[in-house]
């Protein structure tokens, strides 16, 4: 019998347009922060670290631009572009308040410490339990023992993983759910929930 249900956030609860972001904040500071386009490996791997609690967003600026001066107005800035350049799944959040009218729902989210902020500001987690991230546990879900680490947060609700869905759109966050025994579902047509309502409605009749 299913009793919870876990979401992922990016690319599941919403996606942020990166570039728009990138543009507004070189307009206000005149450096860019788009990591795909500069290909600085050393920025990727600090940006990498930060999501697991290593590194800071500040950090990740610094690298990419040596000369600029970072400061609390650049960061706090960062964080309001972050939360302004968001295309939120209002549906899906529409079937969330719906859902925890009968299941206990969660997050387990790859996020880094400022992302988590702006998100939390802005109410995206106030219909879960409990939001578990890759900051707090120091590792991506992509890594082996993430799951695991999981699975022993939620024995504190005593639920085991066959008794939760996991909902996510990277196939190797599946995988890794799968081996530890969580039921999934794989999420891809964001922002449109038809197959998703009914993968999980099927689900949840188990």
């Not at 040596?66 to 400061?71: D, S």
């Not at 578990?132 to 022993?152: C, H, P, R, V």
Request: glycine share 4%.
């Amino acid at each position: 019998m299913i009793k919870a249900i876990i979401f992922d956030f990016g690319s599941v609860i919403y996606k942020t347009d990166w570039d728009k972001m990138s543009r507004e904040f070189i307009d206000k500071f005149g450096i860019n922060i788009r990591l795909e386009e500069l290909k600085n490996e050393r920025a990727n791997s600090l940006y990498r670290l930060g999501s697991v609690g290593k590194a800071k967003i500040g950090e990740v600026i610094k690298e990419l631009h040596p000369n600029a001066k970072v400061t609390k107005e650049m960061i706090d800035s960062y964080k309001k572009l972050y939360m302004k350049h968001k295309i939120i799944n209002h549906e899906l959040l529409g079937l969330v308040k719906e859902l925890k009218k009968r299941y206990l729902l969660f997050a387990f989210t790859d996020v880094n410490r400022e992302h988590y902020e702006s998100n939390f500001e802005m109410g995206l987690y106030k219909d879960f339990k409990e939001v578990y991230t890759s900051f707090n546990f120091n590792m991506l879900k992509t890594q082996d023992g993430a799951f695991d680490k999981l699975k022993k947060e939620l024995l504190k609700y005593s639920l085991l993983p066959e008794e939760c869905v996991f909902i996510d759109d990277y196939l190797p966050n599946i995988g890794q759910a799968k081996k530890v025994g969580f039921h999934t579902i794989h999420y891809m047509e964001f922002p449109n929930i038809m197959k998703l309502k009914k993968d999980l409605m099927e689900m949840l009749k188990r």
